[in-house]
């Protein structure tokens, strides 16, 4: 079968995908007795409507992006790299620690201690999962898969036993200090004369997930280490022959998906809670998943699907607000997207091929 042209597998098939995706979630909403049409209005209206709805929802692509990556990195060298949750969470703990053991004088340097700091963090625990693979065979899946748990059971001890504040009954730690608060969209752009909402939690943060994005990109493609990734994802018996060492590549591409992940605390940690509390990753280690299927390993992708993610969580929490609509709905719809554009991916790309198959010979004659 040949192959398609490149915008139509980057961009037509998560489109398709994506419409298929939609097109069944509106039969389950018109099922539980609600309108299909109000509930897309009320969404796009909710998280994109107003600066306060574009505040939330660039707030959850931030997290969506560094996870996106994360993940993204990893697929490029054939590992599936299913712990972006658990790296996200010991990220967070990193810059945690950055923040509240140092006396900072300005938020920037706070900042890019907090970035350090949480992507050691985050690359650290993906370091153990990465060498039992590369040394003793262990699949990455399943070992990312236990170290969530037990990230998620380090943090809950960290918090109630040694970081909590004396007197607290709540397993956080302390504020950060006021100097490193991190600015808001509204202080980013207010010099500008550009009005934006104060309450959401959009931060500086998206500025530093668009340059991951850039940093990525110019990783996977322009650099040697990105070169030697891709040549072992494609094949590792063709890349041991031309002289990479699989070990080093999967240790080395886990260690830099994990410092990804575990750059999202800047946002979620040091942006918007300004403390470090339980479950503040909230689930978006496992939506990064989503987002690298859906952006076909691109960080333009990456980062138009975390868009589209940042979308549906904010969106869905207007539907739970204004109608019956559980806010579950939204876990469906991505699902279903996840479903189209990982498992029955197929199902589009197979008659897209032949649809342009048959164009090239009718072009041809």
């Known amino acids: ?18 419409i298929l995706a939609a097109a069944i979630s509106a039969l389950v909403i018109l099922f539980i007795g609600e309108s299909p049409a109000e509930a897309l209005n009320l969404m796009v209206t ?3 409507g107003s600066t306060y709805g574009w505040g939330y929802t660039l707030y959850y692509a931030t997290n969506f992006i560094f996870t996106g990556l994360a993940v993204t990195v990893a697929f490029h060298a054939r590992l599936f790299n299913i712990g972006g949750e658990g790296q996200a969470m010991i990220g967070g703990l990193g810059v945690a620690v950055a923040c509240l053991y140092v006396p900072w004088p300005h938020w920037s340097l706070a ?17 153990i999962p990465a060498w039992l693979q ?24 960290l918090l109630v036993n040694v970081m909590r504040p004396t007197g607290s009954m709540d397993p956080a730690t302390e504020r950060f200090a006021e100097t490193i608060h991190l600015p808001t969209l509204h202080e980013l752009l207010a010099p500008f004369s550009i009005a934006f909402s104060k309450a959401p939690p959009a931060n ?8 991951a994005c850039v940093a990525v990109w110019a990783l996977i493609w322009r650099t040697r280490l990105g070169y030697e990734i891709r040549a072992f994802g494609h094949t590792e018996t063709g890349a041991v022959y031309a002289g990479i060492s699989p070990v080093k590549i999967i240790v080395v591409t886990m260690l830099i998906s994990g410092g990804l992940a575990g750059l999202m605390g800047i ?8 403390r470090l509390v339980l479950n503040a990753t909230e689930g978006a280690g496992f939506i990064g998943i989503a987002v690298a299927l859906m952006g076909r390993g691109h960080p ?32 469906v719809i991505q699902a279903l997207v996840i479903l189209f554009t990982g498992a029955l ?21």
Request: hydrophobic content about 60%.
């Open 1 to 18: 079968m040949e192959k398609m042209p490149a915008w139509a597998d980057v961009v037509l098939i998560p489109l398709i995908s994506l």
């Open 46 to 48: 909710g998280a994109l």
């Open 111 to 127: 900042l890019v201690a907090a970035c350090i700091s949480g992507a050691v963090f985050g690359a650290a625990w993906a370091a």
């Open 134 to 157: 590369a040394k003793r065979g262990s699949h990455i899946v399943i070992t990312t898969i236990m170290f969530n748990f037990i990230a998620a059971a380090v943090l809950n001890y």
């Open 204 to 211: 500086v943060s998206f500025l530093v997930a668009i340059l």
């Open 267 to 274: 946002n979620n940690v040091m942006g918007e809670a300004e």
């Open 300 to 331: 333009a992708g990456v980062f138009l699907s975390a868009i589209l993610f940042g979308f549906l969580y904010q969106g869905g929490a207007e539907l739970a607000l204004w109608t019956s609509i559980p806010r579950e709905l939204i876990v």
């Open 345 to 365: 991916d197929n199902m589009v790309r197979m008659p897209l091929q032949q649809v342009f198959a048959a164009l090239r010979r009718k072009e041809s004659t």
